[in-house]
């Protein structure tokens, strides 16, 4: 039994069998039972959760679907994807073909269908996962992630600056630098580094913004 199906048979019984859930547990071959004991049971799985059809999508950026035009018939797919991604995706067709609407229960069976060959099967959904600070960043967006990770290579230049006493090179560096990058940079000078991250050699910077980004 792969984690998420162990995950989704913990929370059914937490759900549905609160009280004798446990009794349900000795069906299962003694391997079984051991894996799915030491699997977390999902904290929130309403029926809402259970039942959705198209909410997976809506976080998945256009291209991913793209391909599947080639394997499904282009109005079928389109027809179950959330608007902005179906608009993104119709652009890379030489044709956009006649939208049709579908019955409720073969939009949530092709939906289904569609998650099932685009997710590996031991990927855990949202819903199931540990309690986690990092579980936060879920919900960024694109930009924000890009964001983030601009900031990240700020803190590794933090680390870097704590052994440079060039004035002027610290003078050009902090004028590369936003007001938010600085404000951040300030901040990580004055934290604990709980991990050194490697050298950036910023004694060799050519003073270009540019090139102090892609270090």
């Given at each position: 039994?792969?984690?998420?199906?162990?995950?989704?048979?913990?929370?059914?019984?937490?759900?549905?069998?609160?009280?004798?859930?446990?009794?349900?547990?000795?069906?299962?071959?003694?391997?079984?039972?051991?894996?799915?004991?030491?699997?977390?049971?999902?904290e929130d799985l309403s029926?809402?959760?259970?039942?959705?059809?198209?909410?997976?999508?809506?976080?998945?950026?256009?291209?991913?679907?793209?391909?599947?035009?080639?394997?499904?018939?282009?109005?079928?797919?389109?027809?179950?994807?959330?608007?902005?991604?179906?608009?993104?995706?119709?652009?890379?067709?030489?044709?956009?073909?006649?939208?049709?609407p579908l019955s409720r229960?073969?939009?949530?069976?092709?939906?289904?269908?569609?998650?099932?060959?685009?997710?590996?099967?031991?990927?855990?959904?949202?819903?199931?996962?540990?309690?986690?600070?990092?579980?936060?960043?879920?919900?960024?967006?694109?930009?924000?992630?890009?964001?983030?990770?601009?900031?990240?290579?700020?803190?590794?230049?933090a680390a870097d600056l704590?052994?440079?006493?060039?004035?002027?090179?610290?003078?050009?560096?902090?004028?590369?630098?936003?007001?938010?990058?600085?404000?951040?940079?300030?901040?990580?000078?004055?934290?604990?580094?709980?991990?050194?991250?490697?050298?950036?050699?910023?004694?060799?910077?050519?003073?270009?913004?540019?090139?102090?980004?892609?270090?």
């Amino acid at each position: 039994m792969n984690p998420k199906s162990g995950i989704m048979l913990n929370g059914l019984l937490a759900r549905f069998h609160s009280s004798q859930g446990k009794e349900y547990y000795r069906y299962l071959s003694a391997q079984n039972r051991e894996a799915v004991a030491q699997l977390p049971t999902p904290e929130d799985l309403s029926l809402p959760i259970l039942f959705q059809s198209d909410g997976w999508m809506q976080s998945i950026h256009y291209s991913w679907f793209v391909s599947f035009l080639q394997t499904w018939p282009p109005k079928f797919l389109l027809s179950i994807l959330p608007q902005k991604q179906a608009d993104g995706a119709a652009k890379t067709l030489e044709e956009i073909p006649e939208i049709q609407p579908l019955s409720r229960l073969m939009r949530t069976y092709l939906s289904h269908y569609l998650k099932d060959q685009m997710q590996d099967p031991q990927i855990l959904p949202e819903n199931f996962l540990p309690s986690s600070p990092l579980n936060g960043l879920l919900s960024l967006t694109r930009p924000q992630i890009m964001h983030l990770i601009d900031l990240l290579g700020v803190h590794d230049l933090a680390a870097d600056l704590r052994q440079v006493v060039d004035k002027s090179l610290l003078n050009k560096i902090y004028q590369a630098l936003t007001q938010e990058q600085l404000r951040f940079l300030h901040y990580c000078s004055k934290q604990t580094m709980a991990w050194v991250p490697p050298k950036l050699n910023i004694a060799g910077w050519d003073g270009e913004k540019k090139s102090l980004n892609m270090m």
